[in-house]
């Protein structure tokens, strides 16, 4: 469930950098959440991150 099915946003890759600049690995997650849309008055559950539902209000595409 960590994909958006609207934007594709995936999980990414980076370091967990400490003070004394030791790296480790760190997976970075996006904030996914299942939303119920209504497209072309029939309801979808889908899979949406929470910055794509921001852009959908500010668009004017969902309330």
């Known amino acids: 469930m960590a994909i958006c ?3 594709g946003k ?3 890759y980076g370091h967990n950098v ?3 600049q030791h790296k480790t690995r760190k997976v970075f997650k996006p904030n996914v959440q299942k939303k ?3 497209v072309n008055g029939r309801k979808i ?3 949406v991150a929470t910055s794509t539902i ?3 209000k500010k668009k004017g595409l969902i309330k």
């Open 54 to 56: 921001r852009t959908l």
């Open 36 to 38: 119920t849309l209504i």
């Open 18 to 20: 400490s003070f004394s």
């Open 5 to 7: 099915e609207i934007s």
């Open 10 to 12: 995936g999980k990414m």
């Open 45 to 47: 559950r889908a899979n």
